[in-house]
């Protein structure tokens, strides 16, 4: 039905109030995967790991992520969007406080194995929920807040390392009360851990969900405090029901399609969330500090190159939050696919011909040192206002309301291991490869994800979700 110019205003107010409720879940998903990365040379040597082992430290918590992300689609179908939330936050505080308190490198691990089952779940609620009480015509935007709340996460975590690493005089020193350093870093996550569980118990549950599960009376009142009228509630209530089959719970065997395999709509789910993984940018997230301690700068320099990395995530999203409804989700991913192939491809150069120390790091020497921070940064500015946000709003919104969680959890699970298998390889990679071949690789994974784009992905700017097929 087209709108006319005396139809009610969406109540712009208290949707922005409760999407940053929400949002706060990827905050701490932000903030929980990067806390590692001031960690990391901290934790090898205090449980003294190899690189293999150290991997495994960093990214394990991300199979618990993948688990999570699996869990929480159907949880949320069954118990509703706002108690998983709630469980996520809990989860977020136990490993925050468990994470700074371990006896051996097991125990370590057990604890980001919990935050990864939170960040997991909040990397599924969070947008599932945001698309499902945002207006179509807002939508982008504010699933895009989704984006800003991770990479706000992961630029605090950063700036929290480096002021706890400044205080301690290193990761490895003794800030306040004599413990050390690194402690405090993942401590630091319990405070917000701590708003999110709060935040949670004074937002409304999700419109379809009520529908869902028969509740039409509360989903009629949320919808009109969204859309601003009631009987665009009532109108909007009604297509929802038509979308969504009632007689059953959803469940993962509604993602076949006739012929028993996948639909469609979910194996390009699978891929979307793969290829923001094989770009390698959780490399840049995870261990950055190590890799520019690695190419010759000090631990404190690389932590703040680490940080101004950051903040540089947090403009270039701020770019997709204002161009992601005008332009369309296709062609931001395209454009980011050429920047990030384009800047990796530096990135691979410089390396690649970088003179090795006698302990086999690279020494970048003369103009390649800044050569290869510039080609870093570009790759994330790329990223940033790419394929970091705009996954994300996709996933929100490409699926049929019926299969939403099932779907989203699935590519969600995909999207873990394949940070996982990133995560976990890049340190053999960068032992037994070098640099130069791993940004390669990285280099080769943007530009077919160009192509991937370009055949595959059907633009959903200004659709309602009950439009999706």
Known sequence: MASSSSDPKPNVGFVLSIVCAAAMGGFLFGFDTAVINGAVKALQNHFHLGETMTGLAVSLALLGSAAGALAAGPLADRYGRIRIMLVSAILFTISGLGSGLPFTIYDFIFWRLVGGIAVGAASVLAPAYISEVAPAHLRGRLASLQQMAIVIGISVALISNYW????????????????????????????????????????????????????????????????????????????????????????????????????????????????????????????????????????????????????????????????????????????????????????????????????????????????????????????????????????????PNRIRAAGLSLATCVQWIANFAISTSFPPMQEYLGLGLSYAIYAAFSFVSFFFVWILVRETKGKELEEMK
């Open 164 to 399: 706890i690493a400044s205080v301690a005089g290193s990761a490895e020193g003794h800030a306040w009360w004599g413990i050390e350093a690194w402690r405090w870093m993942f401590w630091m996550e319990i405070p917000p851990a701590l708003i999110y569980g709060i935040s949670t118990l004074f937002i409304p549950e999700s419109p379809r969900y009520l529908v869902a599960v028969g509740r039409h009376a509360e989903a009629k009142t949320i919808l009109a405090r969204i859309l601003g009228a009631l009987h665009k509630a009532e109108e909007k209530v009604a297509e929802i029901a038509a979308t969504i089959t009632t007689e059953q719970k959803p469940r993962f065997s509604d993602l076949r399609g006739p012929a028993g395999g996948l639909l469609a709509v979910v194996w390009i789910g699978i891929g979307l969330s793969a290829f923001q993984q094989f770009c390698g940018i959780n490399v840049i997230f995870y261990y950055s500090s190590v890799l520019w301690q690695a190419a010759g700068f000090s631990e404190q320099d690389s932590l703040k190159i680490t940080m101004i990395t950051g903040l540089i995530n947090i403009a270039t999203t701020i770019l997709a939050i204002l161009f992601v409804d005008r332009f369309g989700r296709r062609p931001l991913l395209l454009i980011g696919s050429l920047g990030m192939t384009f800047t990796l491809g530096i990135m691979a150069l410089v390396f690649g011909m970088a003179s090795q120390n006698a302990a086999g790091l690279p020494q970048l020497v003369g103009g390649q040192g800044q050569l290869a921070l510039w080609a870093a940064n570009g790759f994330v500015f790329f990223f940033g206002f790419s394929w970091g946000p705009v996954v994300w709003v996709l996933l929100g919104e490409m699926f």
